[in-house]
């Protein structure tokens, strides 16, 4: 039987207690700095709740059976537009609360189209917003007179396309139009003369984020990487149409947040993973004098409107996500949220960044977590792989992975070719026809896990969700006696069907990412795990969403119909009011003790 005892650093805890931890997040502003809206899962799902500054207190606005999105303040009175989609479909619905009467108008009424919201017009009366009304694949930008509800397209050329806001004079509005998502455009939009503008004409790929405007709307900051590897920061001059660079970095510059009189620019940048903000002059890009801020993940950089306060949301591997301020008058830092917490820190397990080389010499980032040893046996290994495939697995906190090691497991969480963090010219690694090398990595860590000798290197498991699970599948089937298990949420078992299957308005940037229906047939074929199923081996347990418009939910059923003809022992589990991932708390109540269980069974036994 497999042990079950639990280890003395969680004495008492069962997966429960971890599962249940809360967070905060997705904080907004209201016009005069005395309240604060945040989402918060409490209920399980993500709901919207205010925080008012003056009484220290917080209150439940919503309570629906799918999570709330996101919220936004008006800039002008106490009204918010929040997004909600049902069963998680992602085609998100605007709604108007208002928190004066907690009166909730519908924005938008059909639920078969996904609406993008971007933000307020700085005077209170618009907003705007992308949809794929027209034909369910190109998105079009529209801007909204909240009051009449009357509505005018502004941008319908075509593509995946997000609007980023208003411009603070109202003219203008910038579009950004994603080929893939290593690859954008801009288009600056006249709104009152109709004229539309390409501001980034470029060879190769290019990133571009969302503007940051300076408030006499002369031109805006903006992240990006054109002509260089790693992103930094340039300023966009409307007038001359001339972008320069303001900051270049050994590490990219992830978020930048304006002060709202231009004056202050606060950058969050990645470093090896790991979080920093760094406090600017905006004219010259000086570094101003600021506490240095902790360790760990941080995101939501943003100005209260009087510029005293900078707001920002706060994790790492041993606190769960809340939100912070920093004051510019007393260089304080306070935490304004209190989510939910069932654990000791000090129990937690903090990772080693380690770095291993690959079959071409590449050095690979991957952060290693290890349990409190309390015997000599060797450790299982969990091998958990990120989505995306441009994501990236950092030093966060996360509930599960605590599970693990308080299990006995160790788990590494690897960035492998293709992660983003580290410059387009490694997020290309695995491009199209590279993708194996990807999975190859997966190899060599195997290779430098053996090396440990705290490692069972027979009992090593994958596990992942989306791309992840893809890279899941494909360890089982390409490097059959590798792993010992598998653990595949949401993944790609076929990668021309997933691409044929996939909504309409993904498909063109994931072909990008993945190969061409049209003309790379022949490594989508040899690169689709499915293809290869005769060759897995070990054991598997898939989880899927019934409403996923990402990965479909027959990419689950082909693999497993496949394995059980063959007699593999594979077990699936699908849960009929998700989308992509496992959103509801009750769902992964269900779904991860099963994990745990199937992992005991096959790590442990």
Known sequence: MPNTIPLPRHAGKEMKDFLETRSSHGYSLNYDDTMMSFLNNDTGVSQLYIYSFGASTKKQLTSYDDAISFGEFSPTENKLIFGMAQGG??????????LITHAVSPITANKEVQYKFSGWSYDGTSIMYAHNERNGTDFDVVVMNVETREVRTIFDQGGFCNPAGFSPNGRYAVIIKSYASYNRDLYLVDISEGITTLLTPHDGNAKYSMPHWLPDSSGFFVRTDE???????????????????????????????????????????NEDGYGTIEIRNATDFQTLPHLEFPKGIIHGAQWSHDGKKLMFEFNNAKHNNDIYSW???????????????????????????????????????????LPVAT???????????HGGPEGQDRPSFNSLTQFF??????????????????????????????????????????????????????????????????????????????????????????????????????????????GYLATDETFLEAFSPLNSVNKIKAPLIVIHGANDPRVPLSEAEQIVASLKARDIDVQFLVYEDEGHGLAKLKNRLDAYPKVAEFLDEHLKG
């Open 327 to 369: 004051s510019m008058e007393t260089n304080e830092i306070t935490r304004i949220t209190h989510s939910l917490c069932a654990l000791n820190p000090d129990d937690l397990i903090e990772p080693e960044l380690i770095h291993f080389s690959s079959f071409d010499g590449l050095e690979i980032p991957a952060f290693l977590y």
């Open 227 to 269: 002509n260089q590897d790693i992103v930094g920061v340039a300023f966009h001059d409307i007038k001359t149409s001339e972008r320069t660079y303001r900051l270049n970095s050994k590490w990219e510059c992830e978020e930048l947040s304006l002060s709202y009189d231009g004056k202050k620019i606060a950058l969050v940048m």
């Open 89 to 98: 479909n992602e085609n998100t619905q605007l709604y108007l609360f208002d």
């Open 375 to 385: 015997d000599d046996k060797k450790i299982p290994v969990i091998v958990n792989i």
């Open 405 to 514: 090691l308080h299990r006995g497991y160790a788990v590494v969480r690897p960035n492998v070719r293709g992660s983003s963090g580290y410059g387009e010219k490694y997020m290309a690694l695995d491009d199209r026809e590279k993708r194996m090398d990807s999975v190859k990595d997966l190899e060599y860590l195997h290779k430098y896990l053996s090396s440990r000798p705290e490692v069972d290197d027979k009992k090593i498991a994958l596990m992942g969700a989306s791309y992840g699970g893809y890279m899941v599948l494909a360890g089982l089937a390409f490097q059959p006696d590798l792993w010992a298990a598998g653990i595949d949420i949401v993944g790609i078992s076929h990668l021309g069907n997933f691409l044929r299957n996939t909504s309409s308005y993904r498909r063109a940037m994931r072909e990008a990412e993945y």
